[in-house]
């Protein structure tokens, strides 16, 4: 495992003292840009790429040989050459130009040709079930939707990506700071622990005040020992999410910390409020995946109904024989080869069937959409009361802590003057460590209401 120290080069870090500061932008940007899922993420437009690329394929020029030939006891019986090129075209109309030469004993006269071949160019048409729409131009329609569609694809797993990633730094930072908070009141209860014991050994101190004391040391040391489990616990989850260029895993080293308590910007509803309106949510890339998957099956309808239409196919070839190699030199209009074919059902029952199908899908589509839509508006605005509530609450809890401030060091000065009890001390202190720890979870849980906001928002990247 690689050390955290060595993404300091990256300039996601900053020294403070002999400890490093880890940023939540400077996290981010790392996990954009080394996590596998991240590159898994950044594969969606290539695939949505190829597959077009695929699509558009259907529309390539081609080029043809077939060759037929029969010999039998030293006799040619025939030699059916023909080679062309065929270009097909978006409204349904293939061009087609080839050369047949074909000889040999026996021979069909009608496919009998000049001694240098015989040229043909000329154009296939569908006039009936084909003409407006086809299999090829829907696969190509289907794709240029397909690869919109991979575009928010690569954004919701981004996002999800972000999610998760932003809520494990919070959680590191919740427990460093409450461990800190707790190793503080730790070494005050050992300092007072001491002058205690020294007192009452000199006789001028109850010796239960010193019980009293070393419960205290105790008890805190306790808690911290829960703290630190869950400061490592955390540390570990965050390393899972660091990653270097060559997609080796890196790890936090124990002078890496995160941001200071007084470096964080409380998070306010109001900042977010113009971003909760159903445009910006119907904006939302599952919304947008949704209707991209409507616009795929709306385009399968329209080809289900053009299979309601007959088979109308017209094939028109002008013929001439070459001259010195040129196809068109002597050509006449009279020389020519054309063809009709014309097929269709009597009842329609597939096609009929086929579409009302295609109908039925759309309308499960839509009934889809309208569900999603409301989805992703409760949990936007449901994220935002969330996101007021935490703000609300760390205000009153920023005076929580200087009111049981105040308390304590009244407490101590009417224990300095023989007024209180060390008890009293102990309830007074214990009171504000414990608005110190609220303050801090109010502050992480803020944190992560703006993230869970942005994340409804699908706006974390």
Not at 128 to 146: H, T, Y
Not at 369 to 382: E, M, R, V
Not at 390 to 404: G, R, V
Request: charged share 25%; glycine share 4%; aromatic share 10%.
């Amino acid at each position: 495992m690689k050390s955290i120290l060595s993404v300091l080069f990256l300039g996601v870090c900053f020294s403070l003292s002999s400890q490093v500061v880890f940023t939540e932008q400077g996290f981010q940007e790392l996990v954009l840009r080394n996590h596998p899922l991240a590159k898994q993420a950044n594969l969606q437009p290539e695939v949505g790429e190829s597959n077009l690329l695929r699509a558009k394929g259907g529309f390539d020029p081609k080029v043809y040989n077939q060759t037929d030939q029969k010999y039998f006891k030293g006799s040619q019986y025939y030699s059916l050459i023909n080679s062309g090129l065929k270009l097909p075209t978006w409204y349904g109309v293939e061009l087609k130009s080839g050369l047949e030469n074909n000889r040999g004993t026996y021979l069909d006269l009608q496919n009998k040709t000049p001694n240098s071949g015989l040229w043909y160019g000329g154009v296939a048409v569908n006039l009936g079930q084909g003409l407006f729409i086809d299999q090829r131009r829907a696969e190509l329609f289907k794709a240029r939707i397909f690869q919109k569609s991979t575009l928010a694809e690569q954004k919701l797993q981004l996002n999800e990506l972000f999610y998760e990633s932003g809520y494990s730094y919070w959680n590191w930072f919740l427990a460093y700071h409450s461990s800190l908070i707790l190793q503080e009141a730790l070494s005050l209860a050992e300092v007072r622990f001491d002058a205690i014991k020294r007192t009452a050994d000199l006789g001028d101190r109850p010796g239960i005040d010193s019980v009293e004391a070393r419960i205290q040391v105790q008890t805190r040391a306790v808690l911290l020992q829960q703290f630190e489990a869950e400061l490592q616990n955390a540390k570990l989850k965050l390393s899972t999410f660091l990653w270097t260029e060559s997609d080796e895993p890196l790890e936090l080293e124990e002078a890496t910390i995160p941001l200071p308590k007084t470096d964080i910007v409380i998070q306010n509803a109001a900042d977010y409020q113009t971003l909760v309106n159903d445009s910006v949510i119907k904006s939302h890339p599952y919304l947008q995946i949704a209707n991209f998957k409507i616009e795929t099956l709306e385009v399968e309808k329209r080809l289900k109904r053009e299979q309601l239409k007959p088979q109308l196919n017209l094939q028109y070839n002008f013929l001439n024989e070459p001259v010195n190699f040129n196809p068109l030199d002597g050509m006449s209009i009279n020389n020519y080869k054309w063809g009709l074919t014309f097929e269709m059902p009597l009842f329609l029952r597939k096609e009929r069937g086929d579409l009302q199908l295609a109908d039925l899908k759309i309308q499960s589509a839509e009934y889809q959409l309208d569900n999603t839509f409301a989805s992703l508006n409760y949990k936007i605005k449901s994220s935002l009361v969330d996101l007021e509530n935490m703000s609300a609450q760390l205000i009153i809890y920023k005076q929580t802590i200087e009111d049981n401030r105040t308390l304590l060091e009244a407490e101590k000065r009417m224990f300095e003057n023989g007024e209180s009890s060390l008890f009293l001390i102990n309830v007074r202190e214990m009171a504000y460590i414990q608005s110190q720890l609220k303050y801090i979870e109010l502050l992480t849980k803020n944190q992560q209401a703006a993230i869970a906001l942005k994340f409804a928002l699908a706006r974390l990247i």
